[in-house]
């Protein structure tokens, strides 16, 4: 390695938006969801996720159209949770930076993504 | 083994009854949790339980003093979800059976238990 | 309810063998899992929960076509584990009794059930 | 905010990094453990994150020392998997950018640092 430094503020930020999205998702994935449950979960993943440092806003919505579709193919009145019913946004900030970040599906995967680094 | 059965109708009642004890604990253990999340957690924790098959009805107590505790002497401003924070009572019910059952704390162990079976 | 009751030895043992399944299945859908890395994790599983109380033997099955089929129909090189990709046996046993349970796919949902109880 | 930008390869590959850690972490966070079980845990661990995208090592260790002191301090012959018993490197990497990041106890804290940069 040519070149081998510390990280700065900015990608240590990065890691921690990072951080707060893994946790979310494989803390919640495999709950039980229905259309009636879906609301609760939402609120308890943003006030869970938004307890961690640095976290500045957790926004959860459930793709209701997407849980419909699945809970009418399957076998039972309810479905696990899974990235495919989720639209997330996370903001994270240290001192005069912010960091945004989002979960959105995309060809089938659910892909996480920084949007923006501000200041 | 002298004696080899099908199962009761309260046995997999019960069975039944375990299965969302196991479930309630397992997937919501580790969930980043402080006093201004905690009703939230407890109603996400409450009505995704209540999706599964023969589930009557799920109540969680966060025990806010045991919660306090471990917030004033840990070195973040949230803990981890663990048995430690909760009181839980889940009654499953098939066609006149009912099977209440709860989790509280013993002598620092989470312990689950069949209270009684109805009928 | 006309009757009200203390749980047998066997409904007992029955709800402990419910709570090692939603154990099992709780802590680890959602982990990420391929072909490579379903021998480490169908080892793991069946480990972590032997250590609970009364459990005398797991034994977690990786459904390797199933999950195959998935890999290939799916974006990425790994999937989540769901039930789909499982087949799992549960002994527990309480001095002479002894409890059997099974999950296997039924219709597309992963059917947890007691087999046999044993004297 | 003054400047609002795309981020940079290298802060992307944080996020990523952080994604791996958020998920190891609450994948896994409850898992009953003992010294006989931490071996096959600490191995499905590692192989079930390197499954994600960018992954190029995950090196797990179980602190045996923390392990044994809570197990005798404890009721039971297990205890859940959080932070205090495990140290966590995790190295990503993307064309000749590769960030390495690590986990350890920090004043009772399970802190997740990115330790460098490389190219």
Redesign the interface.
């Known amino acids: ?8 503020a ?3 930020l ?21 259309t ?2 879906a609301p ?2 939402a ?11 640095h976290c500045q806003s957790v926004t959860v919505d459930v793709r209701t159209d997407e849980l419909e579709t699945a809970l009418a193919a ?5 479905v ?1 949770v ?1 990235g495919r019913f989720l639209e997330v946004e996370i903001i994270v900030a240290d001192g005069d930076l ?2 945004v ?1 989002r979960m959105e599906m995309d ?3 659910p892909l ?3 949007e ?4």
């Open positions: 390695m040519d070149d081998n430094r510390q990280p700065t900015a990608e240590s990065c890691f921690e938006a990072g951080i707060k999205f893994g946790t979310l998702y494989h803390q919640f994935a495999g709950t039980p969801i229905s009636a449950s609760s979960l609120r308890a993943m943003e006030d869970a996720i938004e307890n961690q440092p399957g076998p039972a009145d309810y696990e899974t912010e960091v970040t060809d089938g995967y996480m993504n920084v923006s680094v501000r200041k």
